[in-house]
């Protein structure tokens, strides 16, 4: 059955990732993981190895969802996969509730609990985390991720490749650089440059 898809990762965040394209009716046929992976990770078989991508692909499987926290290495993977020939699809919860004027890349996922409003912008690979909210006119960039229980008031923009701790909250309108780590239950009151990492509240740059 080679419209299955295909899981690249097989760790905690891949059985979340699973179980929402299995909510959606889709079949998950293989996780691809590295060599130390379990050899099924929520019932899924797991591959071990990048290199069967490439037979997967042989074998007729197109589609595919990369269900890797570490925002770098989810970047990485999919571009990997892309060149292959395979295609991104998404991993929405069915329990999240998403404006129909919110834009969505491919590659994201959407867990449960998470709502997305009025035209918000979410780029591809980007991560929204259970029970985030990120409200109106935010554009959360390429590959970032907002983990769980996090709140974007309207209007904020984060970067690409950025992650926003678990709890942490942000004020309307501020900008948030790419490659930025805010931490755990960080406040963000203020604009913050592309790198940096910033914690407490409010959030103050510590790196
Ligand atoms: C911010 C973070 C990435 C920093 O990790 P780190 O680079 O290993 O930094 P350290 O643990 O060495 O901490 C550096 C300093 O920042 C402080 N600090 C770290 N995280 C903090 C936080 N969330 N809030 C307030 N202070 C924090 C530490 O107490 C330490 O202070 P000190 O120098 O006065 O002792 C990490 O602490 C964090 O909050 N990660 C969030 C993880 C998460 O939400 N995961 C969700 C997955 S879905």
Do not use: W
């Amino acid at each position: 059955m080679t419209d299955g898809i295909i899981v690249v990762g097989a760790g905690g965040h891949a059985k979340v990732c699973i179980e929402l394209l299995e909510a959606n009716n889709e079949h998950v046929a293989y996780c691809v993981g590295g060599q130390d992976s379990p050899n099924e990770c929520v019932g899924i078989p797991v591959l071990k190895g990048d290199e069967n991508l490439e037979r997967l692909r042989d074998a007729g499987y197109s589609r595919i969802f990369v269900a890797i926290g570490s925002n770098p290495l989810r970047q990485r993977l999919a571009a990997t996969a892309i060149e292959l020939g395979f295609r991104l699809v998404n991993a929405i919860s069915p329990q999240a509730i998403i404006s129909p004027t919110a834009r969505l890349g491919t590659g994201i996922a959407v867990m449960a609990g998470a709502t997305i409003n009025a035209e918000a912008t979410i780029a591809d690979l980007a991560i929204i985390n259970t029970g985030a909210t990120v409200d109106h006119d935010c554009k959360i960039g390429h590959a970032a991720h907002i983990a769980p229980q996090c709140g974007l008031a309207g209007g904020v923009t984060v970067g690409a490749l950025s992650f926003l701790g678990i709890g942490s909250k942000v004020i309307p309108e501020i900008t948030i650089g790419d490659h930025v780590t805010v931490g755990a239950g960080g406040v963000v009151i203020s604009n913050i440059g592309h790198g940096a990492t910033a914690v407490g509240m409010p959030a103050r740059v510590i790196k």
